[in-house]
């Protein structure tokens, strides 16, 4: 089969690894589509450090039309900035491709509903790249919930990114509503999505507080740095929130020599203007099914990881993941900006009036806890359609989690409870997630 990315910023990388190296002798990539010269350049090097006879062409943004018809791919892989998904994903369809898109599906509501609008016209396929529905302990707890702990009343998952990952968000495109829909749809769609397939549930009423407490002009942590440039990278002193866009080849190829074609900057200041995005959010989610969901992301943690609780009628169900048990520095006291992972996690279930028992989780190899071979291992080898604990996710189970975040926004600004049966009708009346595709 064929395929083109869409959108070739460091999420990419992910899935061109993939169809140039496990998956060439299936696979073939014929297309790399983006905005930005450079960074099309930068993977095309890359594409042929791994393999010399391998050419992919290169096309401009506007030129998609024309990759598409020209290069007949079967599959576009979606990896543009979140606000933009939706206007690849329907012309993909329209072109006659199926689609892989990277979360969230799209950013409001009304972009959900023309998605689902143009998928039910083309009759063609939209998988949403999901992949911590793929990681070992998230996968055993959905193995072993209903029968744990029975029927499930309640859920609270407690989500922090540390002062490296969560201050990332601030230095680039996602700190813009805008661009992203804020954290509670890029970030917290994973979130909602883990729950909705846990619990096999589709939400229903959704209310949400949030604030801009830590990053942001005026905020505490701002006053300390108050003599950082606009640029963290261009800074008068290091300090923990900078980072240094010549310090990888990765970071040089796709940001630092891009950004003289566009302006783009990977390295704004995380205490600057034009942040309009809450980095202390709080939701409550009531669920068809019956279930209540109680929520919270927090930004600028000294630690990153998760905890959930589910609550049922023979006792609790805890699952635990830590990610980073602290943030990572160097000998100046700046934040390591690194792809290495130190997961760990385990269960543990209590029954009432009985002693806890925990299970250690053993991580498996790979990015996100070996969540992303697996994904990967679904997505091009098609063996998913017939996973036991359904973990494969079409465009409608992308839409119940996106549609959480979409309805927390609205909440926040307006201070009610949002239903999202009319928030977008289109998603229907279905209760339990897996009667969705």
Known sequence: MKYVIVGTGSRSELFISALVNEYKDEHELVGLCDSNPQRISYYQNWIGSQNQN???????????????????????????VDARHHEYIIRALELGCNVITEKPMTTTEKHCHLILKAVEQTGLDVRVAFNYRWGVGVSRVKEILHDSIGPIHHVSLQYLLDTDH?????????????????????????????????????????????????????????????????????????????????????????????????GYRRDMNVFGTGINIEDTMSVIVGYRTGIHLSYSLIAYSSMEGFVVTFHGDKGRLKYEEIHRPRTRIDETGRSIDTDEDEWSSAITVQHLFQQAKEEK????????GGADPLMLKSLFEYEAHRDPLGRVAGHQQGAASMLIGAAANHSIGSGNSINISELCPELGSASKLSDLI
């Open 54 to 80: 391998l050419k992919v062409k290169g096309f401009n943004s506007d030129d998609f039309d024309f990759m598409i018809t020209s290069m007949k791919p079967d599959v576009v892989i979606v990896t543009t």
């Open 361 to 368: 989780i053993e991580i498996s190899q790979g990015g996100h």
């Open 166 to 262: 969560g201050a990332d968000y601030f230095r680039r495109w996602h700190r813009n509503r805008e661009m992203s829909g804020g954290l509670l749809i890029h970030k917290a769609t994973h979130h909602f999505d883990l729950v909705n397939w846990w619990t096999d549930s589709v939400p229903e009423t959704v209310f949400g507080i949030g604030k801009l407490a830590f990053y942001g002009d005026g905020n505490g942590p701002a006053r300390l740095y108050s003599n950082q440039s606009e640029s963290s990278s261009n800074g008068t002193y290091h300090n923990p929130f900078q980072i240094d866009l010549s310090s990888t080849d990765k970071f040089r190829g796709l940001y630092q020599e891009a950004q003289r074609l566009d």
